[in-house]
């Protein structure tokens, strides 16, 4: 939990940095579940929210 966490909240400053800001609230949203140590399945559910974030930041950067 403590390595998602981390990786978590580096994805939420650089999302929020580059304007992405719905990868950035998923990403802080699996940081904090990471760290108040949520079950595994909540986390994993949250990593495939993050994961489908970054999927629609790709297909945009696809189109500039």
């Not at 579940?33 to 108040?36: M, P, V």
């Given at each position: 939990p403590?390595?998602?966490r981390g990786c978590?909240?580096?994805l939420k400053g650089c999302?929020?940095?580059a304007g992405a800001k719905t990868l950035g609230n998923a990403a802080q949203a699996l940081e904090h579940?990471?760290?108040?140590n949520e079950?595994?399945?909540r986390v994993a559910a949250l990593a495939k929210d993050v994961?489908?974030?970054l999927?629609?930041?790709e297909a945009f950067v696809q189109t500039v």
């Open positions: 403590a390595r998602v978590a909240h580096n999302s929020r940095n579940a990471a760290g108040s079950p595994w399945p994961a489908a974030a999927a629609d930041v």
